[in-house]
């Protein structure tokens, strides 16, 4: 089992068109063979987000990675991210 936790800041005052589109690539994810877990949580920071996925197999992470919906969410997504995502894989031990 892999999970990935992907911690992302967003610019200030476009916080609601973010939580709209990221809604969709949850949504989306969550239907994918593979996925065990998607969601979109935030902090008490406005503005910090973090995705918190987890997968059966890296195939599944894979798939994830190149699918229409994460391609095109994603880079619509890009549009209302401050400087890059910081990005930790784990995998169970």
């Known amino acids: 089992m892999l999970t990935v936790i992907a911690q992302i800041k967003v ?4 916080e609601a068109k973010f939580e ?4 969709q690539l949850v949504h989306a994810s969550r239907q994918e063979e593979g996925c ?23 195939a599944a992470v894979e798939a994830h990675r190149n699918s ?3 391609r ?9 991210i401050e400087g890059s ?5 784990l995998t169970v031990v």
């Open 11 to 14: 610019k200030s005052g476009l």
């Open 20 to 23: 709209d589109l990221a809604n």
């Open 36 to 58: 065990l877990e998607y969601g979109l949580w935030r902090t008490d920071v406005v503005g910090d987000y973090t995705f918190i996925e987890r997968y059966k197999n890296p």
């Open 68 to 70: 229409e919906h994460f």
């Open 72 to 80: 095109q969410i994603g880079r619509a997504m890009g549009a209302y």
């Open 85 to 89: 995502p910081s990005v930790i894989r």
